[in-house]
């Protein structure tokens, strides 16, 4: 498997090593000790796995009190995962990094605890599973506006689909007011 480091230290790029036959595919998706040496050397308490349709932005969202670090893949479809360096001190806060995940570059991306995630949906549809290195808690979720003027990012889509939760997400000015 290829580890690519980002400018946003601890934040990787994980290209998994993929075996095809005249049958189809096989890769492995995770193994606790090689991803332990690309770095990822927290334990994951929770999978999950979401269906969007195109244009769909799901994010960006984050843990209060009980950050999630997440390893994030598309096993259908297309999107443009984001995560936003959130962690107080970091050289890099309040910048994002992008990369496309879908079923057929088979990339993986880890965002760590400390970050804000979000991913938009380019194909048709997208199925999206990830493993999280804390529980889900509904009551410690946070979240910034996908379109925060001071982050800047680059989503492949003007007008995406949000959630009413979703749409009515702070900027990060507003959440350290
Ligand atoms: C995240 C989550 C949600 N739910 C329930 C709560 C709602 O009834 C329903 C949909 O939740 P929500 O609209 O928050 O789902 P997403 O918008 O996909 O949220 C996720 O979006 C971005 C991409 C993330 O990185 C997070 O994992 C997560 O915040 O699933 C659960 O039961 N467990 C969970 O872990």
Redesign the pocket.
Known sequence: MKVIQTKLDGCVIIEPKVFGDERGFFKETFQAERYKEAGLTLPFV?D?Y?RSTRGVL??L?FQKTKP?G?L?SCSAGEVFDVAVDLRPGSPTYGQWEGVTLSENNHIQFYVPPGFA???VVISEAAD?L?K?TDY?D?AD?G?IIWNDPDVGISWPFVSPLL?D??RQLPTLRALND
Do not use: I
């Open positions: 929770q999950n979401s799901r994010g969202h999630q997440k994030v995630h979000g991913f999206f990830y999280c889900y509904p979720e979240g959630s939760k979703d």
